[in-house]
């Protein structure tokens, strides 16, 4: 009973967590929007943003959704995109942005980018930007468009979605994952996270997918399920608003990587993308993208490999002095579909107020 207690203790705390993380961000956002609605601190906007998307989808609910946050309507995106230009934004592509920072053009920039290279950036998002003659760049991994890759997040979803209990080998022998509730399932997901993250990322990767197997699902069939294949990404840069950028071919943690290992990757993702394009990409998104994904060392080998621009996710936006190999971006999040928050994260206040860039 005392462990029951416990482990029931150790959920709940999660789950205030993370309801008082969102509480705060919101709370954040209004505070940043009536700042700029007022006029203060108008300097942090700096020359402009790149905002980050993953899917762009309708809706549709599901019982157990620990990526909610990387997917926003396409109903969003067209008020993101109406408030920036009612905020006097100016759309470019990512390919354009150093020659932007070189200028002496007061107007700031709104750079749009999506990493991972799904199906629905095609066919929904795709149409918005084209509504709105707005450019657009979409990172892919090698790995996911020939079908040799995983999308883990996506592969531990369904997984726990389905199941009441798991079995599974953190490294310390076999040990039963209760799952009865969406508590229960967040907490494992979160748990599964940081393991992968702790360990070899290919080998913990490997082994979620054979949990997934013994259990009927098929992590290569929700990879070609989700994401572009060679074929859908002739389809979409056959659009004039659209480009490819690199994203490596396995989309592992560069950090956690040695320097040949990290450059290969970068280098591999590069060459599939002109096989696909005919033209070498100048972008690299890093995957991930947090701090702690990213290294000083993949800066310079994003930059001696000519990445004219590669972008993380750590946030922020664009300053007068900006190192191009490691730009900061804004997620459009899927628990945040508003447009005054669209505001409040493009002036930059909040990343001024909790310290960013």
């Not at 990526?67 to 390919?95: Q, S």
């Amino acid at each position: 009973m005392s462990c029951w207690i416990l482990r029931r203790g150790i959920l709940l705390k999660n789950m205030l967590r993370q309801a008082v993380k969102r509480t705060a961000i919101a709370g954040g956002l209004k505070v940043a929007r009536l700042l700029h609605s007022s006029g203060l601190m108008r300097q942090a906007r700096g020359r402009g943003a790149i905002f980050t998307l993953h899917h762009v989808r309708p809706k549709q609910p599901r019982g157990f959704d620990p990526n909610a946050h990387l997917e926003i309507t396409p109903e969003f995106l067209d008020i993101a995109i109406t408030t920036l230009k009612r905020d006097g934004y100016r759309f470019i592509a990512l390919d354009a942005l150093p020659a932007h920072l070189a200028s002496d053009d007061p107007q700031p920039v709104a750079v749009f980018t999506l990493d991972d290279g799904y199906r629905n950036n095609l066919d929904h998002a795709a149409p918005v930007f084209v509504r709105h003659g707005v450019p657009f760049t979409v990172f892919v991994a090698g790995g996911f468009i020939d079908r040799t890759h995983t999308l883990w997040w996506e592969t531990l979803a369904d997984l726990l979605e389905r199941q009441s209990s798991l079995t599974f080998d953190f490294g310390t022998g076999d040990e039963t994952v209760a799952l009865d509730g969406m508590q229960q399932k967040q907490a494992a997901f979160d748990r599964f996270a940081a393991w992968l993250h702790s360990i070899d990322e290919a080998t913990a990767i490997d082994r979620l997918n054979r949990a997934a197997q013994a259990s009927g699902i098929d992590a290569l069939e929700i990879t070609a399920a989700l994401t572009l294949d060679e074929a859908g990404l002739k389809t979409l840069v056959d659009n004039p608003l659209a480009s490819l950028g690199a994203h490596t071919i396995s989309h592992r943690s560069m950090a956690r990587l040695n320097d040949e290992t990290a450059g290969a990757e970068m280098d591999r993702s590069a060459r599939r993308v002109k096989e696909i394009t005919g033209d070498r990409p100048t972008s690299l998104a890093y995957p991930y993208g947090f701090a702690t994904a990213v290294s000083a060392r993949d800066h310079r080998l994003a930059a001696n490999l000519g990445f004219t621009t590669a972008v993380t996710t750590q946030p922020g936006t664009l300053s007068d002095i900006v190192n191009t190999a490691a730009l900061p971006r804004i997620s459009l999040n899927g628990h945040f579909q508003k447009a005054s928050y669209v505001s409040a994260l493009a002036s930059g206040i909040a990343f001024k107020l909790m310290g960013a860039r």
